[in-house]
């Protein structure tokens, strides 16, 4: 059976007239206006043609922005062009889904929303739910679904012996999040879905590198990656902000609002058993949330900060050059004997950690954790 004449035409005739409309006149007018002053000429006459319905030309002003958004460090980057990305990102969705190709414009979309600005946030996230809710929004039925599942559960369930560990904090229950032990339920909501990872031992390492993949690719290699200089990590990414549907499986504990705190930052830390986070420290409070898994964390408090010997890059500055899990002592003779606290962090616990607080963590078994960053205003402070 073939398809009625007209029928793609159609289709390509509907997306172009959603890209058109997707973002207000105003609001877009004044972004080109931005680009253009950026010396964007080319990006905005591709723009135009793009909300015309060309993909071609959609395709070719996303490049554009791709290139500035790498014209350098992240913080040199022209906010306007964040915006254009992911205004380029909504018009390669909305084209792609009119041609029925569904998962290329979920990718376009999270693309937007992980390197866009934030002029555009609410029309990708409505872009998002709509072509998400589509057609074809079922993930594909492997034929080893049971065998996927019993190696997911083997993962969760792995523990490794560690007799020095001790559980010393106070934790709190987060039974509501029980259901991300489901790989199916993570595939369903998630499975299309593009997140950047890490790959390699840890951030610091020579060989450590950064992919986007779907989420259901992440999935599989967490099955099946064994090599410890080849794990993947999806480490302190905002996937809340990204998935609504994995958003609206977790509450924000009160905790982050004593003392009229305020919400930083709400990050994902999900991978497979041997993940690792390097000593470092962090600006602001932190809530870390185990859910799935089990973690093994040590913590020195901030006095100890010139013992640990930082990193004397700006960038690393917050990161320490010792290794804790091979310390060279005659490099860093005074990390020898320095006190630490450390803890195993058990699936429906939660730990804090003060800001500058230095802290590592291991991963002891598939692992999926949540760290709630939040300030605190400076009346509640002088109370601690």
Avoid at 119 to 145: F, P, T
Avoid at 309 to 316: D, G, K, V
Avoid at 346 to 369: A, D, N, Q
Wanted: hydrophobic share 40%; proline share 5%.
């Amino acid at each position: 059976m073939g398809e009625e004449p007209g029928g793609v035409a159609l289709g390509s005739e509907k997306a172009a007239e959603r890209a058109a409309g997707l973002v207000d006149e105003e609001r877009r007018a004044a972004l080109l206006r931005r680009i253009t002053e950026e010396g964007g000429f080319a990006y905005v006459s591709s723009a135009e043609k793009a909300a015309g319905g060309d993909l071609r030309a959609a395709e070719a002003a996303r490049e554009m922005a791709w290139e500035q958004l790498h014209s350098g460090p992240w913080h040199e980057v022209v906010p306007a062009w964040r915006d254009a990305y992911a205004m380029a990102c909504l018009h390669v969705a909305e084209l792609r889904a009119g041609a029925g190709e569904r998962k290329e414009a979920l990718r376009a979309l999270d693309m937007g929303l992980i390197m866009g600005g934030p002029v555009l946030r609410r029309d990708l996230d409505a872009a998002m739910e709509r072509i998400a809710a589509g057609k074809g929004a079922e993930v594909d039925a492997a034929a080893n679904v049971g065998d996927c599942a019993d190696k997911w559960w083997e993962g969760i369930s792995t523990n490794r012996d560690l007799a020095e560990a001790l559980s010393i904090l106070p934790s709190r229950s987060l039974s509501s999040m029980t259901k991300w032990k489901d790989i199916e339920y993570l595939k369903r909501v998630a499975g299309d879905r593009t997140v950047p990872i890490e790959v390699g031992k840890n951030y610091l390492c020579s060989e450590w590198k950064q992919e986007l993949i779907t989420f259901s690719q992440f999935l599989e290699r967490i099955q099946s990656t064994n090599c410890p200089a080849n794990l993947p990590y999806l480490a302190q990414h905002p996937l809340f902000d990204q998935i609504q549907e994995l958003r609206n499986d977790i509450m924000i504990p009160d905790y982050c609002f004593a003392g009229g705190g305020e919400l930083q930052s709400l990050n994902a830390w999900f991978g497979p058993l041997g993940t690792v986070t390097p000593l470092h420290h962090d600006p602001h409070h932190n809530l870390f949330a185990q859910v799935v898994g089990r973690k093994y964390i040590r913590l020195y408090p901030g006095s100890a900060s010139e013992n640990l010997y930082p990193h004397e890059e700006s960038m690393l500055c917050n990161s320490s050059q010792v290794d804790l899990d091979n310390i060279d002592y005659q490099e860093f003779p005074k990390v020898e004997g320095l006190e630490f606290i450390d803890c195993v962090l058990e699936e429906g616990e939660m730990l804090y950690i003060p800001p500058k607080w230095w802290h590592y963590v291991r991963s002891l078994s598939t692992s999926f954790s949540v760290s709630f960053w939040w300030s605190a205003t400076s009346s509640s402070l002088q109370g601690t």
